[in-house]
């Protein structure tokens, strides 16, 4: 929710949290009988049930900036590993936030009680800006044992209403709830109220919510003239962590509510692109600056090479403060002529001097607002700006289609995009009927990379040579990024680390970077290696496994299941060449057959060629991944792509030592 700020997030996503509070400041619930009786399910061991949790938002006092957040739960403890739960962090931003109360206990099965003390509330400054200065209170239930109850209430204040609810734990809940004591004119007169009610109506949305409880929505006293709404969930399944998934937070089950429009969603959005296009109209409305750039480009024979011109451009001489130092001054620009003359401006404002570059060239661009994968999806039920960022769609001839370019971002080549921004809904400011289109996904051609080894086998059966890779594509873009900003040692030093992990047994040096800067180029790597890969010798035979000469690679991948779809970060295609000449008087006699497997997922292959008469091999491997995104039902496909890959890396290749003289 990209409208929540800092505070908000805090508030309510690392509150652990919920919010939620007692109805009489604080009062404990009686223990019933059944309680002690709780156990978990089959296949749901996590040594601790949340038999409930009670949450109130109290949103009355808005116009005071007095919004308090009340959370109490009780959760059953059934083994060590349910421990952690006594264990509680609350963050909170100084000044702005504020922790009221906390109150916690452990209950025995004897009716023994052990209360925490103020004392034993632990508060300290987690992290500091020149903005916001985080706090933390932290506290551990005294008194946990293998078979308890604890239970805990938190009171606290924040100036910021509207959140989520992340009611699915990591552990089985019994039953969550959250009351809602929505703002309704509290505080302010009724003529007042009624000309921005409609501006700020109570909306909710479920998030994740398909067979993850039952839900119940009760509005008090009545439907006609609700005060509060009343939100029920039960049963609600443990959350599985997997990997190659989103974060937990984008895939846990959740309930959005916000203060919005009454409309529906796609008067919503109509009004948005309505907006937005009026702040473009008045963000462009001075650029006689621009169009005296736009001249040179205007007579150029195609739409494309113009495109490509006020790209290549915009690259070359505006700086995204984005990247800049924090000590560093900008002035506000409040149009496009000002980013031009001062050569600098944020992601938005350089994506609109290209927006409105190609409106001047007669092309009809769009400004776009994407959604990052990575992070979340887009809930387009939820009336409420989601978008992580701007960039600029093209229209493609006779289709519904669109190009996709982001010039303000570092070393992204024309036409491509981030890949975090790639297969999700991208929303379109301007006065067409359809408001989103899907942002394609980069192909695997585009997202190589290829690595080449010229290794030769000493007496030691030690390979020494050469090693060569070229990154293109999402492969280049992320690892240009990873050593943006550092000295040339320390990107030594940065990728020295990385071939230890991709190469355990091998020792690397020498190495030397390539096309750093040139974002249009292959960005290579260079280094000398020397790898000894296990071995075994059988008399005047020797076995060896040519494919822990290669980086390695693991099976993520070994579950029976999958309950979320699987996430990788862009489609790509994964090439190692690897040459070996054999030393002393070893040849090769035999070599595994070459093998491929395909399927939806994608491809991998091996292939063995012996040359120079058994003195020398060459080895290629070949992974393919077609795409970035795959649903839970591919899951079987998945598993085995990965398991076959795998596979390769056990293949030997069987080298005999010529004894005669």
Known sequence: MKQLNLVLFLTFSVLLLGHSALLADYEWEPVNGWEWEVREAEGQAKGAIMIFEKVIADDEDLVDGRIYHHLYRRIRILSPEGHDWADVDVPYLNRKQKVEKIYARAIQRDGTITELHKDEIIEKE??????????????????????????????????????????????????????????????????????????????????????????????????????????????????????????????????????????????????????????????????????????????????????????????????????????????????????????????????????????????????????????????????????????????????????????????????????????????????????????????????????????TMDEDLMFSGKMAEQHNGHFARSLRLELDGESEAERVNYLTEEFKERFPQGEIDSIVIKNMEDYNKKLTVQCQISIEPSSQLAGNRLLIKPSELFSQRDNPFTADERNHLVMFNFAKEELDVLDLRLGGDWKIEAVPNDTSFANQVGRCEIRFMPQQGGKALSVQRLFTLNTPLFRASDYADIRKLFETQLEFQEMTVVLTEDLTE
């Open 126 to 455: 987690v992290f500091k800006s020149k903005k916001y200065k985080i706090k933390q209170k932290s506290f551990s239930i005294p008194g946990v044992s293998d078979d308890c109850i604890i239970e805990y209430y938190i009171k606290f204040r924040s100036p910021t209403p509207r959140s989520s609810w992340v009611y699915q734990k990591s552990i089985a809940v019994m039953k969550a709830e959250l009351v809602w004591k929505f703002f309704a004119g509290q505080g302010i007169s009724g003529v007042a109220y009624s000309s921005v009610a409609d501006e700020i109506t109570p909306n909710y949305t479920w998030v994740n919510a398909d067979n993850n409880g039952q839900i119940n929505v009760e509005q008090r006293p009545s439907v006609k003239n609700p005060k509060e709404v009343v939100f029920t969930v039960g049963e609600i399944a443990p959350f599985e962590e997997e990997p190659y998934s989103q974060p937990e937070i984008a895939l846990k089950a959740q309930l959005r509510i916000y203060y919005g429009k009454s409309a529906g969603v796609a008067s919503y959005w109509g009004d948005e692109s309505k907006n937005r296009s009026e702040r473009l109209r008045e963000y462009t409305k001075k650029n006689k600056r621009l169009r005296k750039v736009v001249e040179r480009w205007i007579n150029l024979p195609s739409d494309e090479e113009k495109i490509k011109a006020a790209y290549t451009w915009i690259k070359a001489n505006l700086e995204n403060t984005a990247y800049a130092d924090d000590d560093k001054k900008y002035k506000k620009n409040n149009h496009v002529d000002d980013v031009l003359k001062r050569g600098y401006g944020t992601s938005w404002s350089i994506n609109v001097v290209f927006y409105d570059m190609l409106r001047e060239m007669n092309i009809d661009a769009k400004l776009t607002y994407a959604i990052d994968r990575d992070d979340n999806f887009l809930a387009y039920q939820a009336k409420y700006w989601q978008f992580d960022r701007s960039m600029v769609g093209v229209p493609v001839a006779a289709s519904k289609d669109y190009d996709f370019l982001y010039p303000a971002i570092r070393y992204l080549p024309y036409k491509h995009i981030p890949w975090y921004n790639e297969g999700s809904p991208a929303f379109i400011v301007g006065d067409q009927l359809d408001q989103f289109a899907v942002i394609p996904y980069s192909m695997p051609q585009t997202n190589q990379l290829k690595r080449f080894q010229w290794l």
